[in-house]
């Protein structure tokens, strides 16, 4: 059974800084677009981060692009989002998600990812 799951969620104070991890399990995604997206209350689900399948690319959304960092870890099947300076703006549940096809370029949209994890909540206080 393919998992990802999410840790690292939590309540920060705005400026403060947040680190979220995914672990997937149950098969490698060495080859696959990682990413990170969130979803506020009644909203669709909107990009946040993803990184390529070698880890030497990474692209933002404009809203996090020079506070939020996406790393990956492919011997440890894992993908990262070092959330810093956070402000209110970025409450929201935070989900990890892997790219349906093996050596694919990076996507921003959801449809293009076939495994997500359950999701974290980020709550940052003003």
């Known amino acids: 059974q393919v998992q990802l799951v999410e840790s690292g969620g939590g309540l920060v104070q705005a400026g403060g800084s947040l680190r979220l991890s995914c672990a997937a399990s149950?098969?490698?995604?060495?080859?696959?677009?990682l990413g990170w997206f969130r979803q506020y209350p009644g909203k669709e689900r909107e990009f946040v981060a993803a990184?390529?399948?070698?880890?030497?690319?990474?692209y933002y959304a404009d809203s996090v692009k020079g506070r939020f960092t996406i790393s990956r870890d492919n011997s440890r099947n894992t993908v990262d989002l070092q959330i810093n300076t956070s402000n209110p703006e970025d409450t929201a549940v935070y989900y990890c998600?892997?790219?349906?096809?093996?050596?694919?370029?990076?996507?921003?949209?959801?449809?293009?990812?076939?495994?997500w994890g359950q999701g974290t909540q980020v709550t940052v206080s003003p």
């Open positions: 990184i390529s399948w070698s880890g030497g690319s990474s």
């Open positions: 149950g098969r490698t995604f060495s080859r696959n677009v």
């Open positions: 998600a892997a790219g349906r096809l093996s050596y694919a370029p990076v996507q921003r949209e959801t449809s293009t990812y076939g495994y």
